[in-house]
């Protein structure tokens, strides 16, 4: 499977989760703690937003992986830079027209209840009994539902950067940031959320380039989100430690690996229609080229005497 469309669709399903409004109803509908192991699971599952795929985080991926085919394909068309702004535009044009289709069927081909069992069979083998308890009383307490709150504001945030950084070059001015305490509590600030917990808990500690890239990725994410990140630790500023605590409990800890599990294990259930995606593109090749040779003006050799 191409490794652009693999990355780029996984940091999307690090990011999905509930949104607020859909939050809020998962709380209400499971409002009392459940003791049963499997019920406990599937209550995880809901709040932690694995049955929740909404019209805006789907369109999320699919434009974050469609961004990044087209430009890894005209890369490929023309890799000499051949073409004037107006034709790379016009071409870059033909590929998001050609390639969203594929990539909007193959991400929209994921079924919500199977996701759902999947989230909830990871939770079962991952977490103990006990700390899965622990996980539902907590998450319908007070501070629970503003951790909740929180992730989910927190996790779209850190997601859509990092979609953002999978498909499309990004550079920063460290210029930007001259004060290195503030940069350090938005650094702390982000690893706090799902998607690079998550990262982290997937990358092998002894890899050292992954864990470079991921360190960039969040300085990245300090300055150019800066501000959003300043105001969410401020409106839950009081909230915060015990936040922090709560992600340092073996629950949570054993929580982020089941996640992580789930969403490699999503990314393997749509291998099929990715592997398909991959092929339909391949097909369109050919007419991109043809496309390119009518832009392009003969070289000198072939130019008619």
Not at 14 to 29: D, R, Y
Request: some cysteine.
């Amino acid at each position: 499977m191409n490794r652009t469309f693999r990355i780029t669709l996984l940091l999307g399903l690090f990011a999905m989760g509930p949104t607020p409004g859909c939050l809020a109803a998962a709380i209400e509908s499971t409002s009392a703690p459940l003791t049963a192991p499997a019920e406990q699971s599937s209550v995880l599952a809901r709040l932690l937003g694995g049955d929740i795929l909404s019209r805006k985080q789907l369109a999320t991926v699919i434009s974050a992986t469609t961004d990044a085919l087209v430009r890894q394909n005209l890369r490929a068309l023309d890799p000499a830079l051949r073409l004037s702004d107006e034709q790379r535009h016009a071409l870059s044009a033909r590929l998001a027209a050609d390639i969203r289709p594929a990539v909007e069927q193959a991400v929209r081909s994921a079924d919500i209840h199977t996701q759902t069992d999947m989230l909830a069979d990871c939770l079962t083998r991952r977490i103990s009994a006990e700390d899965r308890h622990a996980l539902v009383v907590f998450y319908h307490s007070t501070t629970g539902k503003h951790y909740l709150e929180f992730s989910a504001q927190l996790d779209g945030l850190v997601g859509a950067g990092l979609s953002r950084i999978a498909s499309q070059p990004v550079s920063f001015n460290r210029s930007q940031m001259s004060d290195s305490v503030l940069l350090t509590k938005r650094r702390r600030l982000i690893d706090m959320s799902t998607p690079v917990l998550q990262l982290q808990s997937a990358v092998d500690a002894k890899d050292r380039h992954s864990s470079a890239v991921t360190d960039l990725a969040i300085e990245f994410l300090s300055i150019e989100s800066g501000t959003k990140f300043d105001q969410l630790a401020q409106r839950y500023a009081a909230e915060l430690p015990a936040f922090s605590d709560f992600q340092r409990t073996r629950g949570f800890q054993q929580q982020i690996r089941a996640e992580s599990e789930w969403s490699q294990g999503l990314l393997a259930h749509l291998a099929p229609a990715l592997q398909q995606t991959e092929n339909t593109i391949a097909l369109m090749r050919p007419g991109w080229e043809s496309l390119i040779h009518t832009m392009q003006p003969p070289s000198p050799a072939s130019a008619p005497q």
